[in-house]
């Protein structure tokens, strides 16, 4: 005969919490939990603690199943096997920790420079995944989703010149006699460093770009509409961000962990406009949001996500901040580019007792 268990009120809410997050809580529930959420902010936390714990478990055994390190393998191996003009085409790594996890176009490609034919290497990182590579200085770079860094097989004796496009984090290795320099896609940013750590986000469709100084030192130059060129020099944990409509910087003391997460797989957003999560997020995942109510672009969201899918990290953006959302995905033929899934944000009706 099987025993019956008897649950405490405060096992039959965590019951009810779990079965709300996994969706399949009643209409009457719902309104119970709306209710309970509004009753104190502590009911809130309580809600997103056990959600990231649900979650977490889930995370966990999905990517325990995952194993990169075979198909880098045999990609390294293929890249040296060429001493010609080399491309590895795209592909998708599905990784035990995203971190560890690569996915990568690598181009050589070759341009004349004074009559001496030049390699370039053009590293391309894919939605959700990271990489990290070692240039031929000696300098590690850490590479974000959807990023892509360009530079020479080898470095000139004056300097040593990279294009980003997107978001690195570079280890610089110290030559006081050739300044590393990484320049936006834009042309109009670069980043001089001897040797130095520092965070660069300049993704070529956005307007912002930010440098956040870890150690060390950097001169930051921008580059007018005119042509102008003006400069600016960090301290460690000062960030600049450059806005290329109104060519205007603005520096501010930081904590660069918040920056930096990224490369441990993890996003962190501490009081961080909607419109910039939105945007990490886009970049991040590989798709595009519709914000559907003006108003959501007023919200801020603090939040720490490590290896989640997006719709777990839109659940805690919606709990948190009263919104909806719905994923649409792309119904475009792959002959005609990427395909990016779209996400509708909409300001959440809440119903009212009578």
Request: aromatic share 10%.
């Amino acid at each position: 005969m099987e025993e019956e268990t008897v649950l405490s009120q405060d096992e039959m809410e965590e019951a009810l919490l779990l079965r709300y997050l996994r969706g399949k809580s009643s209409e009457t529930e719902n309104i119970r939990i709306m209710q309970w959420l509004e009753e104190s902010p502590d009911n809130e936390r309580t809600l997103l603690q056990i959600a990231q714990i649900y979650y977490a478990r889930q995370t966990k055994e999905r990517m325990q199943r995952r194993d990169p390190f075979a198909v880098f393998d045999w990609m390294l191996k293929r890249s040296r096997s060429k001493t010609q003009r080399i491309l590895i085409r795209r592909f998708s790594v599905a990784a035990a920790c995203v971190a560890l996890a690569v996915s990568l176009t690598v181009n050589y490609h070759f341009l004349s420079q004074e009559n001496a034919e030049q390699q370039f290497i053009t590293i391309q990182t894919n939605a959700g995944m990271r990489t990290s590579l070692d240039l031929p200085d000696g300098t590690v770079v850490h590479l974000n989703a959807s990023g892509k860094l360009t530079y020479p097989a080898s470095f000139g004796a004056k300097e040593r010149r990279v294009t980003l496009d997107g978001e690195g984090y570079f280890q610089v290795a110290r030559d006081a006699k050739r300044p590393f320099i990484v320049r936006s896609e834009s042309k109009r940013v670069e980043v001089e460093a001897l040797g130095t750590a520092f965070n660069m986000q300049a993704y070529a469709s956005d307007s912002l770009l930010k440098t956040t100084l870890v150690e060390g030192a950097v001169r930051i130059g921008v580059q007018s509409a005119s042509g102008v060129w003006k400069y600016a020099e960090l301290k460690p944990s000062e960030r600049a961000v450059y806005n290329l409509n109104t060519n205007r910087m603005k520096r501010s003391s930081v904590n660069p962990a918040y920056d930096t997460a990224w490369m441990q797989g993890r996003l962190m957003f501490r009081d961080m406009p909607v419109p910039e999560v939105l945007m990490r997020l886009a970049y991040f995942y590989g798709v595009t949001f519709e914000v559907k109510d003006a108003v959501i672009n007023n919200y801020t969201f603090t939040g720490t996500f490590e290896n989640r899918q997006l719709s777990q990290v839109l659940d805690y953006l919606c709990i948190s901040s009263h919104i909806s959302y719905e994923i649409i995905p792309s119904t475009e033929d792959d002959s005609r580019g990427i395909r990016r899934t779209k996400v509708i944000l909409k300001k959440e009706i809440r119903k009212r007792n009578v």
